[in-house]
């Protein structure tokens, strides 16, 4: 049996079908805004992995020193660094990241 999402508009037409590709969560971990680099272990083998990172915020301070977390993924694990410098009103970007596999 097939799962998935299929959404139709009013006349009918299919906008979206999302049957073939069903992503599963593996996990999720808070990045505080530390600046610090940091990684987690994960078994993502089982498929394509991917991520989404939800942000506490966009911007911190009036001077945009709030770099977000960039994120590198494989089948091992995810893992973040910031970007920028470290000096006065450096803010990165804190959030949680969620990651899995198709």
Do not use: C, E
Not at 27 to 34: A, E, L
Not at 83 to 96: E, Q
Request: no cysteine; aromatic share 16%.
């Amino acid at each position: 049996m097939p799962a998935g999402l299929q959404i139709w508009n009013a006349a009918g037409q299919l906008m979206l079908d999302a049957t073939q590709r069903v992503g599963r969560i593996k996990g999720s971990v808070y990045i505080p805004n530390n600046g610090l680099s940091g990684s987690q272990a994960a078994d993502l083998s089982g498929g394509t992995p991917f991520f989404s990172f939800q942000p506490d915020f966009l911007f911190m301070h009036i001077n945009a020193n709030s770099p977000p977390p960039q994120i590198s993924i494989n089948s091992t694990g995810v893992s973040w660094v910031f970007s920028g410098s470290a000096g006065s009103y450096f803010y990165p970007v804190s959030g949680w990241l969620f990651y899995g596999v198709f």
